[in-house]
Nanobody, 127 residues
Framework: QVQLVESGGGLVQPGGSLKLSCAAS????????ICWFRQAPGKEREGVSC????????YYLDTLKGRFTISRDNAKNTAYLQMNSLKPEDTAVYYC????????????????????WGQGTQVTVSS
């Protein structure tokens, strides 16, 4: 079955950390640009971070720089988002997408336009 499955979300206190995983099955993830998006209730979807498939170029939402790190493990066919110093405003559903395109183009796509996308994992930052 061809799919992306996110995991690793949960409830964490402010200042805590989580590492999200995005596992691909049925296709080879390292050929694809990976992007993480998030959507909080009542808010627009926003691109969090991307990792290019060719040159390893990365993108981070300005407000997240220094706190979040995107990576991939090709042997495990999995991408990751390490999130540190979490804040209540980071609360959202996080989901990953894979595209045969630049990260810039991926960020512009609607969710259904991605080559592959997952169903998301909930991250709640609260004391």
């Amino acid at each position: 079955q061809v799919q992306l499955v996110e995991s690793g979300g949960g409830l964490v206190q402010p200042g805590g950390s989580l590492k999200l995983s995005c596992a691909a099955s049925g296709f080879t993830l390292d050929y694809y640009t990976i992007c993480w998006f998030r959507q909080a209730p009542g808010k627009e979807r926003e691109g969090v971070s991307c990792l290019s498939n060719d040159d390893g170029d990365t993108y981070y939402l300005d407000t997240l720089k220094g706190r979040f790190t995107i990576s991939r493990d090709n042997a495990k066919n999995t991408a990751y988002l390490q999130m540190n110093s979490l804040k209540p405003e980071d609360t959202a559903v996080y989901y990953c997408a894979a595209d045969l395109s630049s990260w810039y183009e991926s960020l512009l796509k609607d969710r259904h336009e991605h080559d592959y996308w997952g169903q998301g994992t909930q991250v709640t930052v609260s004391s």
